[in-house]
């Protein structure tokens, strides 16, 4: 049977406004009356109602994560970040797999707003639409949002976005110093993040003063995918001297395509994927990838909501810049 409020009260002998002070530590209590109510609620293991609190004080302390995919581990880790830099501020977050579809993200919109949240995260730049926009404005117009690698021109959204158009540009730059000029992009999703990376590949060769039309290579988005794809690419550019994959999964798919065409990596053909994930450190050999600095952007997205929460003066949109890590496959 579990021990309410008014148990404690009841035995302590004092009145359940009494055992409420204690337990949220307010003035006004005997010390000895506040070390007998403290004793009883550790004997009983009471904790009080969060959910009834919550309806008490308007407050739930509890912030919603929407990940479109789980499954992508560049989400599930920036998910973590956030979770543990928001945790340390007593939050509880609520994280939920939405899936790609507008109409199913719109649901879960309105579950963070059934929910109570005082907050949300929205991470990845495929919830820049139109669609997710009307839904903020409808549903949690009255709580801060912050979209992680995106941005919607909202008076109560919040972005903090990766410089991964002028790092890609860069990419383009180190080919070039290392004598690499006949260059492909490798994308699969055209999510708007993966589309300014393809904008930074062509901006690249133009700084480099290449007139020539971008290659740009399509594949499915998977391992395999990326395999059988460079394979085919390879087969039919055989000039092709260096190769950027729009996520370093797809560039771990690459480099095998590459290695059982009996392809040098990086002589003949360079690699540069594009997240420095884990994927960077285990593809043999080890993968160059631009780093989008994902564990800056999650703990920066936190912050920037917790300032909105405590009403703190704070910009709408921060640019974090990229940088390239080097290591093998260039």
Same mark, same amino acid.
């Given at each position: 049977m579990s021990v309410t409020i008014y148990d404690?009260?009841? /035995?302590?002998?004092?009145?359940?406004?009494?055992?409420? @002070?204690?337990?949220?530590?307010?003035?006004?209590?005997?010390?000895?009356?506040?070390?007998?109510?403290?004793? %009883?609620? *550790?004997?009983? &293991?009471?904790?009080?109602? /969060?959910?009834? @609190?919550?309806?008490?004080? *308007?407050?739930?302390?509890?912030?919603g994560i929407l990940v479109s995919d789980i499954r992508t581990m560049h989400h599930t880790v920036s998910a973590y970040f956030i979770e543990r830099e928001l945790a340390k501020q007593g939050y509880c977050c609520i994280i939920f797999n939405t899936g790609p579809e507008d109409e199913v993200r719109t649901d879960y919109i309105q579950i963070l707003k059934r929910r109570r949240v005082e907050g949300a995260i929205l991470i990845g730049s495929t919830f820049q639409t139109e669609a997710i926009k009307e839904a903020i404005s409808k549903y949690l117009n009255d709580v801060p949002v912050v979209i992680v690698n995106g941005y919607l021109d909202l008076p109560n959204v919040y972005g903090v976005l990766a410089d991964e158009m002028n790092g890609v540009?860069?990419?383009? *730059?180190?080919?070039?110093?290392?004598?690499?000029?006949?260059?492909?992009?490798?994308?699969?999703?055209?999510? =708007?993040? &993966?589309? %300014?990376?393809?904008?930074?590949?062509?901006?690249?060769? @133009? &700084?480099?003063?290449?007139?020539r039309a971008p290659l740009i290579w399509e594949c499915e988005?998977?391992?395999?995918?990326?395999? /059988?794809?460079? *394979?085919?690419?390879?087969?039919?550019?055989?000039?092709?001297?260096?190769?950027?994959?729009?996520?370093d999964?797809?560039?771990?798919?690459?480099? @095998?395509?590459?290695?059982?065409?009996?392809?040098?990596? =990086?002589?003949?053909?360079?690699?540069?994927?594009?997240?420095n994930s884990i994927y960077g450190e285990i593809c043999n050999p080890r993968l160059t990838s631009l780093d989008n600095k994902l564990m800056d952007l999650s703990i920066s997205s936190a912050r920037i909501l917790m300032d909105a929460l405590q009403k703190q003066l704070t910009t709408k949109k921060i640019l974090v810049f990229s940088s390239i890590v080097e290591r093998e496959t260039t």
């Open positions: 404690i009260a009841k /035995e302590a002998g004092v009145s359940a406004s009494t055992v409420s @002070r204690a337990i949220n530590n307010k003035d006004g209590i005997h010390p000895e009356t506040k070390k007998r109510i403290l004793q %009883l609620l *550790k004997k009983y &293991n009471y904790f009080p109602n /969060e959910t009834a @609190r919550g309806l008490v004080t *308007k407050a739930s302390r509890m912030i540009s860069d990419c383009v *730059k180190l080919w070039y110093s290392k004598g690499h000029k006949n260059l492909a992009f490798v994308i699969d999703l055209h999510t =708007p993040s &993966n589309e %300014l990376k393809m904008l930074g590949f062509e901006q690249g060769l @133009r &700084n480099m003063g290449d007139k988005s998977s391992l395999q995918g990326a395999y /059988e794809a460079t *394979k085919k690419l390879m087969e039919e550019h055989p000039e092709v001297d260096g190769i950027i994959y729009a996520v999964l797809l560039a771990a798919g690459g480099v @095998r395509a590459l290695t059982d065409m009996g392809i040098a990596i =990086p002589e003949q053909v360079s690699v540069i994927g594009i997240d």
